[in-house]
């Protein structure tokens, strides 16, 4: 299926759009900061969501379709993920949001204003390499509602404590979370589907 063009503050989007049959759910997920949609632990978390009936939205964000690579500030790529996810119209299905690294932080940043029932963060970066005192860990803190974590035991961005009411899933590997993916993909998809079921 070809991509969504959506509209939003900053510029045209694109939505990846992988139905499940018969969803009782949708997940959409954001890429990183240099990377897009392409990564393996987003394709892995899309194929093992769409097995168990989660539909999965991967959005690119508007200054990786008009190409650049360094990413728009902040506050851009929260208002642009917020248009997005307010357009993409899944009526009735209860909506999960996540990313990877870049994503994750926005996701969690508008858990609030997009109404997530659950936040899925893939390698998120606690702290840039090497500064820990330049700690993001209010961004996660500050999810209201059930989040899990996938990161890297080696992961240079730095590794989040576990808190009430947030899982974490520690893999093998750094930043990339290249390896593994297919048994911590279906972690997070049954994950997922846990909280639905309740």
Known sequence: MRPKRIRTPHGPARAHVHAADDPTAVLVLGHGAGGGVGAPDLLGVTEACTARGISVVLVEQPYRVAGRRSPAPAAQLDAAWVAVVDQLGFPGLPLFCGGRSSGARVACRTAAATQAAAIVC????????????????????????????????????????????????VVEGDHSLRKGVAAYSGAVADWLMSLHAT
């Open 122 to 169: 893939l390698a998120f970066p606690v702290h840039p390499p090497g500064r820990p005192e330049t700690s993001r860990l209010d961004e996660l803190d500050a999810v209201r509602v059930p989040v899990l974590v996938v990161q890297g035991e080696r992961d240079p961005f730095g590794m989040p404590p576990k808190r009430r009411g947030r899982r974490l899933i």
